[in-house]
C-alpha cells in the first residue's frame, strides 16, 4: 500500500552486534524470572475528582522471583514526546503535573519470594483547580536486597500512570492523524495519530475502504484501544484488507471514550 509518502531506508547491523544481543538478552532475562517484581494493578489508573475531593487508589505489587527484593516507590511527573517515548521529571516541574496531589501511604519495603504488598496511593485535588487534565505518575523501583543474591545486581523499574480529568472543566481535544504504516510481512496495517490535545483519552477507530465504483470492500475496526496522554503518538492496527490493487479511497472515524468523534480520509494505493 501506498499513500504518497517517503519510503523508509533499512540499515542492517553488523554481525559482531547481532551475535552479542541475543546473549545478552538471554543473560538479563534470566535474571528476571528469578528475580521479579510485578504491579497486579494495572500501570494507569484514570480518576476524575470534583476540585477539593480526594480518591484513594490500591496498588498491588508482588515478588514473583526467587530472591528477596527491596522496594522504592516514587512520586515523579511525566511527559510524552511523539517519537521519543516517556520521560520521567522531578516532581512538580510541569505545567500538567499532580505530582504534588499524591500521597503515598509507605514508600519503602521488602518482599520475600511469593509475598505481595498493598500499597494505598491517595489523590488530594484542590479545590482551586483550574485545569481540564493532569498527569504524575509512581515509580516502582526494586533490586534484591544486600544478603539475597551476591554479584550483578540489576535495577527494575515500573511507572504507574495516574491521569487526571477535571469533571467540571471540558478538556481540548484533538486528535491528528500522521502517517499509515505498513510492515509487508505482518497480518495488519496500521495509521499513527498523536493526542495535541490537553486531556488524556482512549481511542478506538473504525476504517473503510472505497473502490473507484463507491463500493465498500474493507470495513474494520482497530484491533483494540488505545489511550493517549497529551502530545503522545500512538498506531492503532487494523487485520490487513484482502483486496486486488488498485487505487481507493480510505476512510477512518475515530471514537474516544467520551464521545467525540475524528475523521481522516484519504487516497490510498493498496
Same mark, same amino acid.
Given at each position: 500500500?501506498?499513500?504518497?509518502?517517503?519510503?523508509?531506508?533499512?540499515?542492517?547491523?553488523?554481525?559482531?552486534?547481532?551475535?552479542?544481543?541475543?546473549?545478552?538478552?538471554?543473560?538479563?532475562?534470566?535474571?528476571?524470572?528469578?528475580?521479579?517484581?510485578?504491579?497486579?494493578?494495572?500501570?494507569?489508573?484514570?480518576?476524575?475528582?470534583?476540585?477539593?475531593?480526594?480518591?484513594?487508589?490500591?496498588?498491588?505489587?508482588?515478588?514473583?522471583?526467587?530472591?528477596?527484593?527491596?522496594?522504592?516507590?516514587?512520586?515523579?511527573?511525566?511527559?510524552?514526546?511523539?517519537?521519543?517515548?516517556?520521560?520521567?521529571?522531578?516532581?512538580?516541574?510541569?505545567?500538567?503535573?499532580?505530582?504534588?496531589?499524591?500521597?503515598?501511604?509507605?514508600?519503602?519495603?521488602?518482599?520475600?519470594?511469593?509475598?505481595?504488598?498493598?500499597?494505598?496511593?491517595?489523590?488530594?485535588?484542590?479545590?482551586?483547580?483550574?485545569?481540564?487534565?493532569?498527569? !504524575?505518575?509512581?515509580?516502582?523501583?526494586?533490586?534484591?536486597? +544486600?544478603? @539475597?543474591? #551476591?554479584?550483578? =545486581?540489576? %535495577?527494575?523499574?515500573?511507572?504507574?500512570?495516574?491521569?487526571?480529568?477535571?469533571?467540571?472543566?471540558?478538556?481540548?481535544?484533538?486528535?491528528?492523524?500522521?502517517?499509515?504504516?505498513?510492515?509487508?510481512?505482518?497480518?495488519?496495517?496500521?495509521?499513527?495519530?498523536?493526542?495535541?490535545?490537553?486531556?488524556?483519552?482512549?481511542?478506538?477507530?473504525? !476504517?473503510?475502504?472505497?473502490?473507484?465504483?463507491?463500493?465498500? +470492500?474493507? @470495513?474494520? #475496526?482497530?484491533? =483494540?484501544? %488505545?489511550?493517549?496522554?497529551?502530545?503522545?503518538?500512538?498506531?492503532?492496527?487494523?487485520?490487513?484488507?484482502?483486496?486486488?490493487?488498485?487505487?481507493?479511497?480510505?476512510?477512518?472515524?475515530?471514537?474516544?471514550?467520551?464521545?467525540?468523534?475524528?475523521?481522516?480520509?484519504?487516497?490510498?494505493?493498496?
Amino acid at each position: 500500500m501506498s499513500s504518497g509518502a517517503p519510503s523508509v531506508p533499512v540499515y542492517s547491523s553488523k554481525t559482531i552486534s547481532a551475535m552479542k544481543i541475543p546473549l545478552i538478552l538471554t543473560c538479563l532475562a534470566g535474571w528476571a524470572l528469578n528475580a521479579q517484581i510485578i504491579v497486579q494493578s494495572g500501570l494507569t489508573h484514570r480518576l476524575e475528582v470534583a476540585p477539593g475531593g480526594s480518591e484513594t487508589v490500591p496498588v498491588s505489587i508482588k515478588n514473583v522471583g526467587a530472591w528477596a527484593m527491596d522496594c522504592h516507590l516514587e512520586i515523579s511527573d511525566v511527559r510524552s514526546t511523539c517519537d521519543s517515548g516517556y520521560q520521567y521529571l522531578s516532581a512538580g516541574t510541569t505545567a500538567e503535573s499532580c505530582a504534588d496531589w499524591l500521597q503515598l501511604e509507605q514508600d519503602y519495603f521488602s518482599l520475600e519470594p511469593g509475598e505481595e504488598k498493598l500499597v494505598k496511593v491517595k489523590i488530594n485535588c484542590p479545590a482551586s483547580v483550574q485545569k481540564a487534565g493532569a498527569r !504524575a505518575c509512581v515509580l516502582v523501583n526494586s533490586k534484591p536486597t +544486600v544478603d @539475597s543474591v #551476591q554479584g550483578l =545486581k540489576v %535495577r527494575v523499574r515500573y511507572a504507574i500512570n495516574f491521569l487526571y480529568r477535571n469533571p467540571f472543566i471540558p478538556g481540548e481535544v484533538a486528535l491528528y492523524a500522521q502517517r499509515i504504516e505498513m510492515q509487508q510481512n505482518q497480518p495488519f496495517w496500521g495509521l499513527r495519530f498523536q493526542n495535541m490535545g490537553n486531556v488524556d483519552r482512549i481511542v478506538r477507530s473504525y !476504517a473503510k475502504l472505497i473502490n473507484s465504483e463507491g463500493k465498500v +470492500v474493507y @470495513s474494520e #475496526q482497530s484491533e =483494540k484501544p %488505545r489511550g493517549f496522554i497529551p502530545n503522545q503518538c500512538r498506531t492503532l492496527r487494523f487485520p490487513k484488507p484482502n483486496i486486488p490493487k488498485g487505487d481507493y479511497q480510505m476512510v477512518v472515524v475515530s471514537e474516544t471514550d467520551e464521545g467525540e468523534r475524528f475523521g481522516v480520509t484519504q487516497k490510498v494505493q493498496w
